[in-house]
């Protein structure tokens, strides 16, 4: 009588190693269970906390203070043309921040979705890309902090920063590819559970995110592209301090290219891994 | 073909358990066992299979070549022993596990309930469980909207509707659960084991409930123990025994070749002279042989007059007072009786 029961009843034929071709279709039908998942996990984060949403202010101010310090005060590091250091750190957090909470939380999602994936069936790539929307709300919360850094010192932003959402959504997918990845790997081997965070703290210091990526030598950078968090960085440095941090062409497009392969990779193995999920978690 | 809902075709469902050998006493054993097993998980690793813990694997059919059809419309019953497949069958159906062979086709969409309260948070209140419930149980927001009332009477929670779930008995936790899977509406509804729930009051509501849904004209597939709840409930009714299906036929058969596997000697379903034999529900019939009335628990016979050898030996006889009662479901001695209908 409403939306999914409305359907005309069409014949689902299940088999050992079949290809669902209805999955996208079922994908797109569960959109409401995909939001309401996400709402789930904003809503209970900050529950029987005392400062609650504060919490989201919190941590990556702190971190971009401590990082300011270290590396622009004691090690001295230069900044981007004449942004002040503490605006290009966060400007490098952001991206950061959002990719290795999406990797995180995404990664341990499916099995800590246990009981859900267990009884009942949607497809499961809803539980992961549900994580994906909390982090991006967190990532909005960061953006109110940025605001605040760019009047702090007076900041201006030049029209580049219209072009901030495109970089939004390459983080995004850039995340998507090895989340989906690690997910369907660690509901067989938890092994995974251990190595994801070891990645994205080692992954924080070599992303130039509490530096800037120009002091990689000449030489190097292009090899250093091969990170494809480097290329989205960059752009957003270059979207929030506008012209005084140009992007690197040719790096950027290789970034790009490894997210195009790795969010094909992410996907694929996702998909293939899918269907066994209950029997292995 | 147009009619046929399900139909299953050679269905089997293959799983890896893993064993500890009896021999880990010694030392060296235990010393050996480590690496032996960190080399098999490195092996199961390289060839993408799944990590089982244990000295040796074994692989297990908890189904094996399971044929059957379901029409639109029909209620069918699904009973067996514990581990006999029936939740494997259910979970293969709601497309939760996949069949390891054989071939599963299904026209409609299906609503399973494996338990009740399915994702249930308990930091979130009531109201707000509804709809998280509701939706992976596959409804649509406005759905749940729109039916939100009805569930909440039915539960008979509204007054801590906005308390978190963490706060509920387990009862009223039950109740809530319950009343948004009433609620759901599909062609083909897999229900497992949910009527465990509540008090007797509750239970009954229920079952009530199930037997509106069994008679609206949908596609029911019912796993219980609850033998009286399969009666009442369906007219068809699968029998699993050990990972095969043992008998699909009607209920009242089905029930009683399943309790003559219950029963001790399971190896005997032949009834006849001097067998064991299990009553599992009784009509009482007046002189004209028609039903006067049907009992589904237990039976009381108030006797007249009888011989002592007469009686079956596990009717208990009340001292002195000419009544004879039993427990439906326990073996049962006749004198003589007729083999049944094979279905």
Redesign the interface.
């Known amino acids: 009588?409403?939306?999914?029961?409305s359907?005309p009843?069409?014949?689902?034929?299940?088999?050992?190693?079949r290809a669902d071709l209805q999955y996208w279709r079922d994908l797109w039908r569960?959109r409401?269970?995909f939001l309401?998942?996400a709402w789930?996990d904003v809503?209970?984060r900050y529950?029987?906390t005392v400062i609650g949403l504060a919490w989201a202010f919190i941590r990556p101010f702190m971190t971009m203070v401590v990082f300011t310090v270290v590396f622009g005060k004691i090690a001295k590091l230069p900044t981007e043309g004449a942004a002040p250091y503490a605006v290009m750190v966060f400007a490098g957090l952001l991206p950061w921040t959002l990719f290795a909470s999406i990797l995180n939380d995404a990664s341990t999602s499916i099995v800590g979705s246990f009981?859900?994936?267990?009884?009942?069936?949607?497809p499961r790539l809803i539980v992961p890309l549900s994580t994906v929307l909390v982090a991006v709300i967190d990532f909005l919360v960061s953006l109110v902090i940025l605001a605040g850094l760019m009047l702090w010192y007076g900041v201006v932003p030049g029209w580049q920063i219209l072009l901030l959402p495109v970089f939004v959504m390459l983080t995004l997918v850039c995340s998507i590819g090895p989340a989906l990845w690690a997910a369907a790997v660690l509901v067989?081997?938890r092994d995974f559970r251990f190595i994801v965070p070891f990645v994205t703290q080692i992954g924080l210091y070599i992303s130039p995110v509490g530096f800037s990526g120009k002091i990689v030598p000449e030489q190097w950078s292009l090899l250093y592209s091969l990170n494809p968090m480097v290329g989205i960085i960059d752009g957003f440095r270059w979207c929030i301090l506008g012209g005084s941090s140009p992007i690197d062409g040719p790096g950027f497009a290789l970034g790009m290219g490894v997210i195009v392969v790795l969010l094909w990779w992410g996907i694929r193995s996702f998909r293939r891994s899918e269907?066994?999920f209950?029997?292995?978690i | 073909m147009s009619d046929v809902?399900i139909r299953s075709d050679k269905i089997g469902k293959k799983?890896r358990i893993g064993h500890r050998t009896a021999d880990q006493g010694s030392f060296r054993e235990a010393m050996l066992r480590g690496p032996r097993n960190l080399l098999r998980g490195a092996v199961d690793?390289i060839q993408g299979r799944?990590?089982v813990a244990g000295d040796s694997v074994e692989e297990f059919w908890a189904l094996k070549d399971v044929d059957f059809a379901i029409r639109r419309g029909e209620a069918v019953g699904v009973i067996g022993r514990n581990g006999a497949g029936k939740t494997t069958l259910l979970?293969?159906l709601?497309?939760?596990?996949?069949?390891?062979?054989?071939?599963?086709?299904?026209?409609?969409?299906?609503a399973?309930l494996?338990?009740v309260g399915?994702?249930f948070?308990p930091?979130?209140s009531g109201r707000?469980n509804i709809?998280?419930n509701g939706?992976?149980?596959?409804?649509?927001?406005?759905?749940v909207r729109r039916r939100f009332e009805e569930i909440v009477d039915f539960s008979g929670v509204e007054k801590f509707i906005d308390t978190p779930v963490k706060r509920y008995s387990v009862g009223m936790h039950a109740r809530l659960a319950f009343a948004v899977a009433a609620h759901l509406?599909?062609?083909i509804m897999v229900i497992d084991e949910v009527l465990a729930v509540g008090d007797s009051e509750f239970q009954a509501r229920c079952l009530d409930r199930m037997s509106e849904v069994a008679n609206a004209g949908r596609t029911v597939l019912f796993v219980s123990h609850n033998l009286a709840a399969v009666m009442a409930l369906t007219k068809r009714a699968l029998v699993f025994n050990a990972g095969h299906l043992f008998f699909d036929g009607p209920t009242e058969a089905a029930v009683s070749h399943y309790s003559a596997s219950l029963s001790k000697g399971s190896s005997d379903r032949n009834w006849g002279r001097g067998r064991n034999a299990t009553l599992v529900s009784a009509t009482v019939v007046d002189a004209d042989d028609r039903p006067d009335h049907r009992v589904d628990n237990a039976v009381r016979f108030v006797v007249d007059a009888c011989s002592p050898d007469g009686i079956p030996y596990n009717f208990k006889q009340s001292a002195g007072q000419g009544t004879l009662a039993m427990r439906l479901g326990t073996p049962l001695r006749f004198a003589a009786l007729p083999a049944p209908d094979p279905g």
């Open positions: 009588m409403t939306s999914p029961s359907d009843p069409r014949t689902l034929v299940l088999e050992a190693g569960y409401e269970l309401i998942l789930r809503a209970v529950k029987q009981s859900l994936i267990s009884k009942v069936y949607f067989k081997y269907r066994a209950a029997d292995l | 809902v799983f690793l799944s990590v979970k293969i709601s497309r939760i596990i996949e069949p390891t062979e054989g071939r599963l086709e299904i026209t409609g969409r299906v399973s494996l338990e399915t994702g948070h930091e979130l707000e709809f998280l939706a992976i149980l596959g409804m649509s927001r406005a759905e509406e599909a062609e």
